[in-house]
């Protein structure tokens, strides 16, 4: 886009400003072109002049941009040719004027870097003392809608800012450490005084209606006449002080032998209100008022017609009236100076009224300036699955720039990407955080284990940056790109964090590489350990109770499969009244034969002797499991059972549908197993088909798995199943899988 130069003219000279041309994204510049209303603002005597001088009016389209080279050049008109003059940018002097064959000139260039808003630019005629230029501006983004998405921007961080409290920073944390602050200025602190001045006033009375105090002993030293009570030191304290003690005469009573005392100490106790909390809150009041007096004198010294300036030193001046009356209450005014040390104060950290003045003080010094630090992101996700103790991780780091099309080139090559440099930069934040945070037996393991996403503005329709190998390579590597720009839909940002959260902790294992896999294969591990579910008949009801808690064993007919013999556990089921009722650990596993069995019809049986029997009471129907007297389920299971959590779980079979399962259960926590019928092959494995019910997004939906490839699903709509069910593959983003073939 190419900006014309722009002409000012007044009595002192001419100034000319010549942008440099900017290129922007198409719908970045269809933005820009609605914009008109631009600040630029001149002296009453300052006009605008075309190239053939003609006056003109200023249109109010955008003139300035952020990363710009703006260069201007003033040319003194004759009366004041011989005038120094210097040019300053917000009252920071940038450059000065030289002569140049007789003649004043002044001449160089600005560039606003990243910084966007409003600015001011002056000329200063050092001879005359006075500023003769004086152009307040507009300072545009080239990669954001800036009457809209930046608006929208701080809108989102004020409401950010005006809800923190304590309570979130004992929750969470920031992997960040504050940077200085120290130099800002005075004009941002009063914004923010503006903001929080009331609620400083609140938290003042508070602590005023229910101060802290300390009691504190007194040693008053009179005349031995006056003294009502003494203590046990006094003998002490005449040693100490025998200024007060004189030589005796007769009629006088004796102490110490031949002396007694003119005076003496009267010990008192009372209140007192010079407690290091107080002195901390008049002390941040002092360093308010200092401050509020620096910015009136500040004001005092400018141009005090203006209207503006009137009313902002008239609230000045009220605000250090309102704590002046503060400083002066009994409470306050016979309160110490602060040392600027102060120990670890619960009063200052929880008591009500402190704990607000404090948080809103810090709040008025420290300002809010985005946290820093050096190879750590912007923000941080840190989140756990249930069963396993190891937490999972995702950072985000924002860049409000992207790759211009003349610059892109190689594989990853595609317009508006965010710059390559950022991509790398997440490799780094991902192995400088493993680094400290892994330790050495895992960070062996785990350095490729965190998700590090880059948020970028893409300034086209976000489904086209899908395309983007940024975006694939979440998939691929858990590092890429997603669009992220205020005041839009965001959907790919959104469906990625609902993905995330509503995958499974396996899922979530198999998207990372070479992730700290130690509770992963835990749960393998404990998937593949059978436990036996056995079941005590209606018949044979109470003799086979009676034969189990008498014995401590529990039998099942002979069986050539390996199985049997790998059992570290036995759940007892009650056919009769349809209850798990206990549980026990397997101590031995033996072939034989027991005299007191319960019916026996063979000669050879399987005996599980058992530990201690653990009672339970849970109530389960085994509906889909025939009449079989047993069958397998697995030590995972087992446990999830056995804490109360899932007894439903007791359905399922094998590795892939209790994974479907898990992955179903975060998208809908109220999902359905349903075993038809139960089907056991030659090795009393149990192969029967497991389905699922569950709702998503006011949908029903239903779920089969294969009978021969155990790790494929069908799934459809619950009403229609029949005709538009689709494979699905255990181990594919489930998320979005629905939401791609079923959500419009």
């Known amino acids: 886009m190419n900006i014309e130069s722009i002409r000012l003219k007044n009595k002192y000279g001419e100034l000319l400003i010549e942008p440099k041309s900017v290129k922007f994204a198409e719908e970045i510049y269809k933005s820009i072109l609605q914009v008109k209303d631009a600040r630029f603002e001149l002296d009453k005597d300052t006009k605008i002049f075309s190239d053939e001088k003609q006056e003109i009016e200023y249109n109010g389209r955008p003139l300035f941009y952020e990363s710009q080279e703006i260069h201007f050049t003033f040319i003194p008109d004759l009366p004041y040719k011989n005038n120094e003059y210097s040019f300053y940018l917000r009252e920071e002097e940038q450059f000065k004027s030289k002569i140049i064959s007789g003649q004043t000139h002044l001449s160089g260039s600005i560039n606003f870097d990243s910084y966007v808003g409003f600015t001011e630019f002056k000329i200063r005629d050092l001879s005359l003392q006075q500023d003769i230029f004086s152009i307040k501006t507009e300072i545009f983004p080239q990669k954001l809608d800036y009457k809209n998405d930046f608006k929208l921007m701080l809108s989102e961080i004020t409401e950010i800012i005006y809800n923190l409290a304590f309570d979130y920073f004992k929750k969470t944390y920031l992997m960040t450490k504050p940077i200085d602050t120290s130099q800002k200025t005075l004009s941002q602190w009063f914004v923010i005084l503006k903001y929080l001045f009331d609620n400083l006033i609140k938290n003042t009375d508070f602590i005023l209606k229910n101060p802290n105090y300390k009691i504190v002993a007194l040693n008053i030293i009179k005349p031995v006449s006056q003294v009502k009570k003494t203590d046990k030191k006094l003998y002490k304290w005449l040693r100490k002080n025998k200024k007060y003690l004189k030589t005796n005469n007769t009629s006088e009573p004796t102490i ?267 749960y393998l591990r404990e998937i593949s350990e059978p436990v036996l579910v056995g079941m005590i008949r209606k018949n044979e009801n109470k003799e086979r109770i009676n034969y189990l808690y008498e014995n401590k064993k529990f039998y099942i007919h002979k069986t050539e499969s390996p199985k049997a013999f790998l059992v570290k556990y036995v759940i007892i089921y009650n056919q009769k009244n349809k209850k798990i009722i206990g549980y026990s650990k397997v101590k031995k596993i033996h072939l034989g034969f027991d005299k007191k069995m319960v019916n026996p019809r063979e000669k050879e049986y399987i005996f599980y002797l058992l530990e201690d029997i653990k009672k339970l009471g849970i109530d389960f129907t085994l509906e889909g499991f025939g009449q079989s007297g047993y069958f397998y389920t697995n030590l995972y299971v087992f446990n999830k059972m056995r804490e109360g959590k899932e007894k439903e779980i007791l359905k399922l079979n094998d590795f892939y549908n209790i994974r479907m399962w898990r992955e179903i259960k975060n998208i809908d926590t109220d999902c359905k197993i349903i075993r038809d019928k139960f089907i056991v092959d030659q090795k009393r494995k149990d192969v029967s088909v497991v389905k699922f019910k569950f709702r998503y997004k006011e949908e029903s939906f239903y779920c089969m798995q294969n009978k021969e490839k155990r790790n494929i699903f069908y799934i459809g709509n619950n009403e229609k199943y029949s005709e538009n069910k689709i494979e699905f593959t255990v181990g594919d983003d489930l998320y979005s899988f629905i939401n791609d073939k079923f959500i419009k």
């Not at 401050?291 to 250090?320: G, P, Q, V």
């Not at 996403?453 to 086209?464: A, C, G, Q, S, T």
């Not at 499974?504 to 130690?518: G, L």
């Open 256 to 522: 110490l032998n031949r002396y007694s005392p003119s005076h003496l100490p009267e010990y008192k106790k009372k209140l007192s209100y010079d407690t290091s909390e107080n002195q901390f809150i008049v002390w941040g009041i002092k360093q308010i008022i200092r401050k509020i007096d620096r910015l009136w004198f500040i004001f005092y010294s400018k141009e005090k017609n203006l209207e503006t300036m009137k009313k902002e030193m008239n609230l000045l001046k009220s605000y250090k009236m309102r704590l002046l009356r503060r400083l002066n209450d009994i409470y306050f005014k016979d309160v110490g100076d602060f040392s600027n040390q102060i120990n670890f104060s619960t009063v200052l950290t929880m008591a009500p009224g402190y704990r607000d003045f404090y948080f809103h003080f810090l709040l008025l010094n420290k300002g809010f300036t985005t946290p820093t630090y050096l190879q750590k992101p912007d923000n941080f996700i840190e989140f756990e699955k249930e069963g396993y103790s190891n937490p999972f991780r995702y950072f985000f780091d924002a860049k409000y720039r992207f790759e211009r099309e003349e610059n892109i080139s190689g594989n990853n090559a595609y317009p508006y990407s965010p710059p390559q440099d950022t991509i790398g930069q997440m490799h780094r934040y991902r192995d400088a955080i493993l680094e400290k945070s892994a330790g050495g037996e895992t960070y062996s393991n785990a350095i490729k284990s965190l998700g590090g996403i880059v948020l970028f503005p893409y300034p086209k329709n976000e489904d086209e940056f899908k395309d983007c190998n940024f975006y694939r390579s979440i998939d691929l590597v858990n590092i890429g790109a997603i669009p992220l720009h205020p005041g839009r839909e965001n959907k790919l940002f959104e469906r990625f964090l609902d993905n995330i959260f509503s995958k499974s902790a396996e899922s979530n294992f198999d998207s990372m590489i070479n992730y700290d896999r130690r509770e992963y294969l835990k």
